[in-house]
């Protein structure tokens, strides 16, 4: 089989279907859960001095290309940057147990992706460049490997100047142990949340962050983790993705990669600390992940798309956004999956349409965080609307590239209307699609999960997936779940910001979706769902803060 075709055989086999789940364990198996925190032994932690709270910068200037004035690069910095985007936010208790919460979400809590930072020398961390994994737990980096400062100015010598690298892999285990074979996409989306997470700390830090076109090969040499020697026995990380984060201006990032030779001295350099277990024993194996794991390994291929078809920030907001209620870090911070919704907040048209403006990438220096892929849009919005005021409840459909509006209508049902709901932004492909109460069907196709009926929307994200590995290869599938993650970081914060809630929910059937809208061709595919509205916090839970020594 070619590695689109196990791709395919893996997607196919993955969807959950009404009455048949795909396979799993079917019950937690307390006695082998996953340690949730890695932890290189014999690595020396350097913990970040935690950042002071209160960081007046509000949340909309992060969307403002050039509006933040760059912070220099120091420990202080890169501090705010691993708070912003990986670190513990909460503890939660209940019933005598205890579990943390992190400025990025993970399907079921259980934190598959660990992060990574090349840095250069600096003051309070150590004189010379190096490897680090980051500890959650601690707020502090391990630092795994030298690296010799002429390897350094090699190995970074393409990037902009004061520019560092940030790395994420996956524990496939992690989440395969609660949730079997559909894992994979599960462990994909949290990185696209985490990359997501990411470009937002950039953002807040004046910084840019882009994805680098590395190989997984690559990234295993950078991150350590092709090292027999180093696991003992422990789990091993899957490389994701590289980025390069710069904190000044950046003009030309088309095909830019990092000089091989220089990428096998850092791996051939010395090298710290052995990774700890994170199960005892594994009471079940789930080879088909370790088999799309290999089908989807990506070989680095550079390319960017042109975005100058894409609108500009005019066409896509009624008037400029350049107020709001919350401070960026107010929102980074208190971001919260919505447990249940009230089943009575409405958002109004206004709010709506801002929220689905922040996820069309704009011409020229695209908006944040769409300026951190070099691909346009992949992923489209089929929405269950239920509460938003001045627009009639029902089916809508938003295209993110509107190039491919011609593309959605042929594959959905010949009988929707598509139209333009009344004073909707020019620039945003937002469509009616069939006007109705579809509470009930959108809790139904999210597994019966009321929160997709009982919030303001909900909504599927609609992949031209087969289109999207036969240009891009295999790996692709990888991007698509990351574009997925990316758009709903994004979905996160904006609720945040508008008082509300979000839920990521990567439990629905597939093909259910699909037969909503219509959706008859494999070509294209639902690959994440999303709800948004009113929540009800759950007040049996004690919060503490994330940090011990924290006030
Ligand atoms: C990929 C993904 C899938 C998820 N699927 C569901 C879901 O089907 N149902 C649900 O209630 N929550 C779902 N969640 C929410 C997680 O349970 C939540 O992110 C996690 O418990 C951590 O809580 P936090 O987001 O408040 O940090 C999902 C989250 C992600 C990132």
Known sequence: MSAEEIVVAYHERTKHHVGRFAASLGYMDWATQPDPFRRYDGAALVRLPLPKEGRALPYWQLYITRSVTPVPLGIDSVSVFFRYALSLTAWKSAQGTRWALRANPSSGNLHPTEGYALLPGMDGLHERPGVYHYAPREHGLERRAEVVPGVWTKLTRALPEGSFLVGLTSVLWREAWKYGERAFRYCQHDVGHALGAMRVAAAALGWKLRLLHESDVAISLLLGLDRDGDDGGAEREHAELLAVVTPGAWDDPRGLTLPEEAVREVSAGRWHGKANVLSPHHGVEWPVIEEVARATSSPGTA?????????????????????????????????????????????????????????????????????????????????????????????????????????????????????????????????????????????????????????????????????????????????????????????????????????????????????????????????????????????????????????
């Not at 709010?351 to 990438?361: A, D, E, H, K, S």
């Not at 992923?379 to 459909?397: C, D, K, S």
């Not at 259910?512 to 049996?540: A, C, M, N, P």
């Open 303 to 551: 390319f960017e798309d042109d975005f100058s078809a894409c609108p500009s920030e005019g066409d896509l907001f009624e008037s400029p956004v350049r107020s709001g209620s919350f401070t960026a870090e107010r929102v980074i911070l208190g971001r919260r999956s919505a447990v249940s919704m009230d089943a009575s907040t409405a958002i109004s048209a206004a709010t709506f349409f801002r929220m689905l403006g922040r996820l069309v990438p704009t011409r020229g220096e695209r908006q944040m965080p769409w300026d951190a892929i070099p691909w346009r849009p992949r992923i489209h919005l089929g929405l269950f609307v239920h509460r938003v005021t001045g627009l009639a409840p029902g089916l809508y459909a938003l295209a993110r590239d509107a190039a491919k509006l011609d593309a959605l209508r042929e594959i959905m049902r010949p009988d929707f209307l598509w139209q333009r709901p009344p004073s909707c932004p020019p620039g945003l492909p937002l469509y009616l699609l069939e006007e109705g109460d579809c509470r009930a069907l959108a809790a139904s196709v999210s597994c019966g999960q009321d929160i997709a009926g009982d919030g303001a929307f909900s909504l599927g994200m609609i992949a031209d997936y087969l289109d999207s590995l036969l240009i891009h290869g295999a790996s692709f599938y990888r991007n698509l779940f990351w574009e997925a993650g990316l758009v709903g970081q994004v979905l996160y914060l904006e609720a945040e910001e508008a008082g509300i809630r979000s839920t990521g929910i990567g439990c629905y059937f597939d093909d259910r979706v699909h037969e909503v809208f219509g959706i008859k061709s494999r070509d294209w595919q639902s690959l994440y769902h999303f709800t948004v509205g009113g929540h009800v916090e759950d007040v049996r839970l004690t919060t503490l803060p994330p940090y011990a020594w924290q006030p």
